[in-house]
């Protein structure tokens, strides 16, 4: 019922997942697998990450297998937006994260420490 149809997720969405149906005039978007999560499995973008950029778990699994902040709290200008799914970043300054600062973030380049079993 909040959907109006802008289609400004389709832009946002790497992932292309995101539709504009016409019929409803409304976008179909990611439910997060419910299908899948609700019998205990990941959601499919996940469990088919060949690098594992795509994690599922909650915040205590995270912390005990990877190494990386988790952010949920993003600003857009004046507009505080929390999400339900998390982004992996090496430092994070107290608050959210301001999308349209313009500053240089400190990206994980390795959040899942992949390379560290190479050596």
């Given at each position: 019922p909040r959907?109006?149809?802008?289609?400004?997720?389709?832009?946002a969405c790497p992932f292309g997942v995101p539709k504009y149906v016409a019929d409803f005039d409304q976008m179909m978007?990611?439910?997060?697998?419910?299908?899948?999560?609700?019998?205990?499995?990941?959601?499919m973008c996940a469990s088919v990450c060949p690098s594992e950029a795509l994690w599922y778990g909650t915040?205590?699994?995270?912390?005990?297998?990877?190494r990386g902040s988790l952010v949920d709290g993003w600003l857009f200008g004046r507009q505080a937006v929390t999400t339900k799914v998390f982004a992996v970043v090496?430092?994070?300054?107290?608050?959210?994260?301001?999308?349209l600062s313009g500053e240089e973030r400190g990206w994980l380049d390795?959040?899942?420490a992949l390379e560290d079993g190479a050596r």
């Open positions: 959907c109006i149809g802008c289609s400004n997720c389709v832009l978007k990611c439910d997060m697998c419910t299908d899948r999560t609700s019998e205990g499995y990941a959601p915040s205590e699994e995270f912390h005990a297998h990877r090496d430092d994070v300054a107290a608050g959210p994260i301001d999308v390795d959040p899942f």
